[in-house]
């Protein structure tokens, strides 16, 4: 037994320390693969598995030749039957959207002055930078809007 594996306070990291120290030194010196316990044959297999070379290097333009591969592969529309699944989508968020109209207009009256002191009064610096914040992420919804309907003529 090697004496220069430190010592753990837990007993269960111990054990498991023990388990890859065994393994590996049961591969070191060739003993049989079948003795042990299952968590030693475990980390003598892993082991053995790190220790051999990968079976084929990858090419070095490997990167270049998959985006070619990908990029001559041809658009596929939506089948069919994923328009059902869309539209099951539409209706159930535009449900949603009711029902949450629904509730604030029954309960907004208690929660709403809640959430009105939550937000910045009007003229603060912070109230500049949220307007910011919608804007850009109006703008950034409206252009990726524009940039779909540009590239599929379809929709």
């Known amino acids: ?24 030194q049961a591969e070191r010196l060739g003993l049989d693969p079948a003795a042990g316990d ?3 044959r475990r980390y003598r297999l892993l082991a053995r598995t790190l220790r051999t070379p990968a079976p084929v290097a990858l090419p070095a333009d ?4 998959v985006a070619a591969q990908v990029a001559t592969l041809p658009v596929r529309r ?6 059902f699944e869309s539209t099951l989508a539409g209706v159930l968020a535009a449900t949603l959207l009711v029902a949450g109209g629904v509730m604030l207009v029954d309960y907004g009256s208690a929660w709403l002055p809640a959430f009105r002191g939550l937000l910045p009064a009007s003229g603060t610096p912070a109230t500049g930078w949220l307007l910011a914040l919608g804007g850009c992420l109006g703008a950034s ?15």
């Open 1 to 24: 037994m090697n004496h220069d594996i430190p010592t753990f306070d837990d007993a269960a990291r111990e054990r498991e320390w023990q388990a890859q120290e065994h393994a590996l």
């Open 38 to 40: 299952a968590r030693v």
């Open 62 to 65: 490997f990167a270049r030749q």
């Open 78 to 83: 939506p089948a069919a039957d994923t328009r």
């Open 141 to 155: 919804w409206l252009l990726g809007l524009w940039q779909r309907r540009a590239h599929d003529p379809a929709t």
